[in-house]
């Protein structure tokens, strides 16, 4: 796998299209401290989104996952990083987003595959 970087002003647009990409795709999101072990905080739900709201040094990310509406949400306060790993493939696997305590939550597809092979199946 491949780790690449999304620099913080292309944030916005990465999720944007990210999310437009992989709406419907099951997912688990995992929580990891900087001492271990991920915790996973809910598995095999659908991804409706991932959003951007920057404010400076107390910006957030929203990851929102759910069949039905109100989605379910899980906040990310002050991010710091961004990144995306891709399989050889250039499939995007997993989406990694790091808060200034030093945690990391992970959004990890459960089959990832380029959305070009997907054919309308979601």
Do not use: C, N
Not at 23 to 48: F, N
Not at 68 to 96: D, I, M, Q, W, Y
Not at 105 to 113: D, G, K, V, Y
Request: avoid cysteine; hydrophobic fraction near 40%; glycine fraction near 8%.
């Amino acid at each position: 796998m491949s780790h690449r970087p999304i620099e913080p002003r292309e944030w916005s647009e990465f999720l944007h299209g990210f999310s437009r990409r992989h709406d419907g795709w099951l997912i688990s999101v995992a929580v990891q401290r900087q001492a271990g072990e991920r915790r996973y905080v809910a598995r095999d739900v659908p991804l409706r989104g991932v959003v951007a709201e920057p404010d400076g040094d107390t910006g957030s990310m929203l990851i929102f996952t759910g069949a039905t509406t109100p989605h379910a949400a899980h906040f990310v306060k002050r991010p710091v990083s961004l990144a995306v790993e891709e399989t050889a493939e250039g499939a995007e696997a997993e989406l990694t987003i790091a808060d200034r305590s030093g945690a990391r939550t992970i959004i990890e597809f459960r089959s990832p595959m380029r959305p070009e092979l997907v054919d309308g199946v979601a």
